[in-house]
């Protein structure tokens, strides 16, 4: 058995800590992008990519996130591309992210009355117009706080990539684990450091709120 002192467990988890962020910021903002697009599309209001945006939304939100990890990384690699842990681990948690926050942002424009679209098309806007200029901005100032308080559900998302391989936090700990034998002091020390990151992100979300709702009083 290894000896490993806490302070020489923290330093390996700190370490791999910066690929869970990594992992985490391209999942959101990929994901954000992706998400983006979808809520254009279904704004739009064809037929057809309602449907189609809706049936994206209900396979990712009603699938485990665990299943899209393995789909991600044993499916591609059917089609003959060598996938790596890492690429899997991005691609399937960007789709992931899209679904959740085009489900957020779509809720968000409904938000909006709908005298603000009237308004808006009474002054001869075209749609992407309206979006941009009068549609979007007021609907920014409520999707702020929901999506900044997705970004923990995100991070902690990225603890299932280490079922294929990827050398994050909780792969980690468990590597740690198995050369060291002490399961409780590692995961309390995972746990510790899953906590120092989802902290700042939930307090800075409950602040964005309150400022908000009190600049709407």
């Excluded at 970004?151 to 294929?164: E, H, M, N, P």
């Excluded at 034998?181 to 700042?200: D, G, M, N, R």
Aim: hydrophobic residues 55%; positive net charge.
């Amino acid at each position: 058995m290894t000896e490993f002192s806490l302070w020489d467990i923290a330093r390996n988890l700190l370490l791999a800590a910066r690929w869970t962020v990594s992992l985490s910021l391209i999942a959101f903002v990929g994901g954000g992008l992706v998400g983006l697009v979808l809520l254009v599309a279904r704004l739009r209001g064809s037929p057809w990519a309602v449907r189609a945006v809706g049936g994206y939304v209900q396979l990712f939100q009603g699938t485990p996130l665990l299943m899209q990890l393995f789909l991600a990384y044993f499916g591609i690699a059917l089609f003959g591309i060598n996938v790596s842990a890492w690429t899997a681990a991005a691609v399937a948690l960007t789709l992931y992210t899209s679904a959740f926050l085009a489900e957020i942002w779509r809720g968000c424009v409904a938000a909006i009355p709908r005298g603000q679209w009237e308004a808006a098309q009474s002054l001869a806007l075209d749609f992407g117009e309206q979006l941009r200029h009068v549609i979007l901005p007021q609907a920014l100032r409520i999707a702020v706080p929901p999506t900044v308080g997705f970004l923990v559900q995100v991070v902690k998302g990225t603890a299932l990539a280490s079922v294929i391989g990827f050398v994050e936090i909780t792969k980690a700990g468990t590597m740690i684990t198995n050369a060291t034998l002490k399961p409780f002091v590692v995961y309390s020390c995972v746990a510790a450091l899953y906590f120092l990151l989802c902290w700042p992100i939930s307090l800075y979300a409950r602040s964005l709120e309150r400022s908000l709702h009190a600049a709407h009083r």
